[in-house]
């Protein structure tokens, strides 16, 4: 298999709400206690019971376009390490049922979605980044279709 690139939430972007305690939208934050099944966004890890997450509206697109969508995701209020981009597929999130979203260059979804049972979303990436026209793959969740994190082929640019 191609190595993949996955991208977190940005740092700056983390570090703005956790700041400002205001997402990109204006919706005041609170940090509320983790059951533990909070996925950050940053870091790419499901919180632990009791630590202390904040809930935000996200957009994982940086220009305007018709399939911009913004979403709830999770962050760590008091900070965590931003996955590495050559990290490989997260752990937390490999043995996840996931939703693999395909988008081209322009960021338009390029053909269908596919729902990757547990354990089989890094392979399913990798068939998906088979096809040329394909730029890169969100990866979200299966049960409420929020946004997880961005995949890329491992010798893109980097961003």
Not at 51 to 70: C, D, I, M, N, T
Not at 83 to 109: E, K, T
Not at 142 to 152: K, S, V, Y
Request: net charge positive; proline share 8%; glycine share 8%.
């Amino acid at each position: 298999m191609n190595a993949l690139k996955i991208i977190a939430m940005p740092t700056a972007d983390a570090s703005r709400v956790r700041s400002a305690m205001r997402d990109g939208f204006g919706n005041a934050l609170s940090p509320m206690l983790s059951d533990g099944s909070g996925p950050c966004r940053h870091c790419l890890r499901y919180s632990g019971s009791g630590e202390r997450l904040l809930l935000l509206s996200y957009k994982p697109f940086a220009k305007a376009g018709p399939y911009q969508e913004v979403g709830p995701v999770f962050v760590h209020a008091d900070g965590c390490k931003r996955y590495p981009s050559d990290g490989g597929f997260p752990a937390d999130f490999s043995a996840r049922p996931l939703v693999l979203r395909p988008y081209d260059a322009d960021d338009n979804i390029h053909d269908s979605q596919v729902f990757a049972d547990a354990g089989s979303a890094e392979h399913a990436v990798q068939a998906l980044l088979e096809n040329p026209s394909v730029a890169y793959v969100h990866a979200r969740s299966r049960t409420r279709g929020c946004f997880m994190f961005r995949i890329e082929r491992a010798d893109q640019p980097a961003r």
